[in-house]
């Protein structure tokens, strides 16, 4: 029944722990999932039965599929080709130059189609982008089935992609408008950086998000440099230029956040900015540490992206999830920590929340898609299992990822990706462009 049941209408998903990520935060043992037409129909105790319409875990913990809030997934193109740079350097030497030379629709189309499938074998099934092309990293999720929030581009210097800001406007609500019945695709509206996005350009976003309810996914204090050098072109930090600029509100996705003094997270805290973190990439491009027991006090949701596999190398945002709860125990001062649910919750249902889609994922309730994912916890690292969460977040990683659904249909199954005839293309295709930028 296992293979099959991605196209019936009707199936349970049996398992020995599994974690609703409701608002009680419900750690359920030995329940049954059933689905029906994509969605969850019901949860019930299991019984000893054996039918043929339910698919038996056996001891894993089933989950919400995990959400990343914030990556650039075509640049698994550059993975590993500057490992040993700081932000600015590595911008300015390795990143720009090169999608300077390659970047195009069929590069960001064949890189993110890798990316997607990295991030199906790795438990996530949303992601949360921005990248040039956008219609081809939509073309990229829909292909193999995947949940994503694309943003919107804007940058005020001419790219491969566009030219000026009109140019990325006209483009990318044109691709908003193709892909609006796309029912895997939402979008939002993504203004790079304060760095790369002029005050004009600015509100012109705020008034497009206004307008029609989008969200807004931009970088923002990410390293000193970018706010040294907001200091000495207008004289206030990033942030103060965004607030005066009438950005922030409860729509404002923040990445990074590394850098915050007092006034910085009052603004945050009076504005409701949602946080997404992505410690990986902070540290492994020398931006800092970031200040994460201040973030959860202040940002109005607090949530975690890998950032591009050109500064992590990994996309798997459970390694981010572990490494932002031990930086939390970095502070000394801080005595009580983030439980395991509350971890969780960071990458389900508060991320499902930040980007308005918590009506639909981000839980294992009634009436929700069934975007699943199964973590086997019955091998030598994860055991013995006191609590399957600490388990699973301390001693695991992304090989426990035993099985995948997105929207009830199953995309990973015994720790293989399936009904995906052409991996091993995605990869060649990958390899050729590496021999071309080498």
């Not at 105790?45 to 054996?50: Q, R, Y």
């Not at 800092?288 to 949701?301: D, Q």
């Not at 798997?316 to 983030?338: A, I, P, W, Y």
Request: aromatic share 8%.
């Amino acid at each position: 029944m296992l293979e099959d049941s991605s196209n019936h209408t009707y199936f349970g998903i049996k398992a020995r722990w599994i974690y609703t990520a409701n608002k009680h935060q419900e750690l359920l043992q030995n329940h049954t999932v059933f689905i029906k037409n994509r969605l969850i129909e019901k949860i019930i105790p299991s019984d000893s039965s054996s039918q043929s319409d339910i698919i038996d875990l056996g001891e894993s913990i089933l989950t919400p599929g995990l959400i990343n809030m914030h990556t650039h997934s075509a640049m698994t193109f550059l993975k590993g080709i500057a490992d040993d740079q700081k932000l600015s350097d590595w911008l300015e030497q390795s990143i720009w130059p090169n999608e300077a030379k390659y970047l195009s629709h069929d590069l960001v189309y064949e890189a993110s189609q890798l990316a997607c499938l990295e991030m199906i074998s790795s438990g996530v099934t949303t992601f949360n982008d921005m990248y040039f092309y956008p219609e081809a990293t939509a073309k990229a999720a829909i292909k193999f089935g995947l949940r994503a929030n694309i943003g919107l581009i804007f940058i005020d210097f001419k790219t491969n992609y566009a030219n000026d800001f009109s140019d990325y406007f006209d483009k990318g609500f044109a691709f908003r408008d193709h892909f609006r019945d796309e029912s895997l695709i939402s979008t939002s509206l993504a203004p790079h950086a304060p760095y790369t996005v002029s005050d004009e350009s600015f509100k012109k976003i705020r008034t497009y998000a206004d307008q029609l309810g989008l969200n807004i996914h931009c970088h923002l204090h990410e390293t000193q440099w970018e706010i040294d050098e907001s200091l000495k072109k207008f004289g206030i930090r990033p942030i103060d230029r965004l607030h005066k600029l009438g950005i922030l509100g409860p729509d404002f996705m923040g990445v990074h956040c590394v850098h915050l003094n007092e006034s910085d997270l009052r603004l945050i805290e009076s504005n409701q900015i949602n946080i997404i973190s992505c410690p990986s990439s902070n540290l492994k491009l020398a931006s800092g540490i970031p200040p994460v027991n201040s973030m959860i006090k202040r940002g109005k949701l607090v949530t975690l992206g890998t950032d591009g596999s050109a500064s992590n190398n990994k996309l798997s945002v459970l390694d981010d999830l572990k490494l932002f709860s031990l930086l939390q125990r970095n502070d000394g001062k801080e005595h009580e920590f983030l439980k395991s649910q509350d971890l969780m919750d960071m990458v389900t249902i508060n991320a499902a929340e930040s980007l308005d889609l918590d009506d639909e994922i981000g839980s294992i309730e009634l009436g929700k898609k069934a975007d699943l994912v199964a973590f086997d916890l019955s091998n030598i690292f994860t055991q013995p299992v006191y609590d399957p969460l600490s388990s699973l977040i301390y001693s695991g990683s992304r090989d426990n990822v035993q099985h995948v659904w997105v929207d009830g249909e199953l995309k990973f199954k015994n720790k293989q990706l399936v009904n995906i005839a052409d991996a091993e293309s995605v990869i060649e295709k990958v390899k050729l462009w590496k021999n071309k930028i080498q």
